[in-house]
Nanobody
Framework: QVQLVESGGGLVQAGGSLRLSCTAS????????MGWYRQAPGKQRELVAT???????NYADSVKGRFTISRDNAKNTVYLQMNRLTPEDTAVYYC?????????WGQGTQVTVSS
């Protein structure tokens, strides 16, 4: 059974930084495409960033240059370093794992950026 556990969310002032972590268990992590998505109140869930098993990354335009996704296959963990946060980054952040035809989600972690 695949389980994704996120951590690192919280309250931060605008301009600050947070680092999210997501640790996977029970999955073929090393061959998975890992991603971070977010959902703000009243909005649809949107892609933030993804990283392939080979380390290729993709970012939403709104976070390019501010957020960095990385992974440690030895620890089955994917990270999202978020810098220069703005109130518009306030959302629940979800970890996602795609492996072959399967798709898994974490429970989400709240990120709140105060102005």
């Amino acid at each position: 059974q695949v389980q994704l556990v996120e951590s690192g969310g919280g309250l931060v002032q605008a301009g600050g930084s947070l680092r999210l972590s997501c640790t996977a268990s029970g999955s073929a992590f090393s061959i998975s495409v890992m991603g971070w998505y977010r959902q703000a109140p009243g909005k649809q869930r949107e892609l933030v960033a993804t990283i392939t098993s080979g380390g290729n990354t993709n970012y939403a335009d709104s976070v390019k240059g501010r957020f960095t996704i990385s992974r440690d296959n030895a620890k089955n963990t994917v990270y999202l370093q978020m810098n220069r946060l703005t109130p518009e980054d306030t959302a629940v952040y979800y970890c996602n794992e795609k492996v072959l035809w399967d798709d898994y989600w974490g429970q989400g972690t709240q990120v709140t950026v105060s102005s």
